[in-house]
T-cell receptor, first 115, second 113 residues
């Protein structure tokens, strides 16, 4: 099946620093990728839709200046958490739509801890 | 925005028995997809089954089947012959025409040996 990878799988950073998370579709091209946030024992919350070659679309309540998304190629989307604070600590999951299969494939997630 | 509701935070089932997980959703769209995903402790989301709204026939994948009631906006998952490996969080999800996915709050399934 299709594979989506995320890097890093875990990251710990100091408050005030920025962290970049990469999401790659390994064996297919994805014009659309999604970024989710998941708090412990809670559901996935859609943060934004990442479109290759254009600006991301953010869900209501998500600060676009804090969560910068860049979809520079058909296989890579990045999420940068800027000026991270402890409340940004969470599990971040990306997904990619494989158009030919009309199916969404999820990455394994990135656990961010902000000290 | 679409909302997805899972009213059962936790469910348990005896091994080899059958369990049904409930899901309801709210939408004004007529064409959409519904999904059940499984999230084991590894946190990797795994597709269990999906249903196209325009299809009246309920989807089936081996031991997993759904009861899709479009008018009632209900989409329940039935797991037959439950196995220990079925223990996980199960999320119901709605995919809009814009390809955005919206997830329910999840049901934690425990399988009792």
């Amino acid at each position: 099946g299709a594979v989506v990878s995320q890097h890093p799988s875990r990251v710990i950073c100091k408050s005030g620093t920025s962290v970049k998370i990469e999401c790659r579709s390994l064996d297919f091209q994805a014009t659309t990728m999604f970024w989710y946030r998941q708090f412990p024992k809670q559901s996935l919350m859609l943060m934004a839709t990442s479109n290759e070659g254009s600006k991301a679309t953010y869900e209501q309540g998500v600060e676009k200046d804090k969560f910068l998304i860049n979809h520079a190629s058909l296989t890579l989307s990045t999420l940068t958490v800027t000026s991270a604070h402890p409340e940004d600590s969470s599990f971040y999951i990306c997904s990619a739509i494989r158009t030919s299969l009309n199916e969404q494939f999820f990455g394994p997630g990135t656990r961010l801890t902000v000290l | 925005a679409q909302t997805v509701t899972q009213s059962q935070p936790e469910m348990s089932v005896q091994e080899a028995e059958t369990v049904t997980l409930s899901c309801t959703y709210d939408t004004s769209e007529s064409d959409y997809y519904l999904f059940w995903y499984k999230q084991p402790p590894s946190r990797q989301m795994i597709l269990v089954i999906r249903q196209e709204a325009y299809k009246q026939q309920n989807a089936t994948e081996n031991r997993f089947s759904v009861n899709f009631q479009k008018a009632a906006k209900s989409f329940s998952l039935k797991i037959s012959d439950s196995q220990l490996g079925d223990a996980a969080m199960y999320f119901c999800a709605y995919r809009s025409t814009g390809n955005q996915f919206y997830f329910g709050t999840g049901t934690s399934l425990t399988v009792i040996p």
